[in-house]
């Protein structure tokens, strides 16, 4: 039993930064796989980043050099520090999680972000 709890969000001029964190909560061994997947309105939802319990990272082409993910494996946290954020970028995020023999993956409830002046 566990559920992926998020905080940040929130509406950021364009070229402003953001970070947004992500939690997992309850009885696990580790979340193998922690990221962030991203929905825009009338848009299919994307992958953006993630990282393993081992801190290998992999970016969307659209966020390299920009965003920047990271991980407690103590904390069970996840986070995604955005940079140089552009109104493309305007979405709601979703923490997203993976447990290896896990048939279904973890996500959470979206937080809103908006960027514009």
């Known amino acids: 039993q566990v559920q992926l709890v998020e905080s940040g969000g929130g509406v950021v001029q364009p070229g402003g930064s953001l970070t947004l964190s992500c939690a997992a909560r309850g009885r696990f061994s580790g979340v193998n796989v922690m990221g962030w997947h991203r929905q825009a309105p009338g848009k299919q939802r994307e992958f953006v980043a993630r990282?393993?319990?081992?801190?290998?990272?992999r970016y969307a082409e659209s966020v390299e050099d920009r965003f920047f993910i990271s991980r407690d494996n103590v904390a069970n946290t996840v986070s995604l520090r955005m940079t140089g954020l552009k109104p493309e970028d305007t979405a709601v995020y979703y923490c997203h999680g993976h447990i290896w023999g896990w048939e279904t993956d973890l996500w959470g409830q979206g937080t809103q972000v908006t960027v514009s002046s």
């Open positions: 990282i393993t319990s081992g801190f290998d990272a």
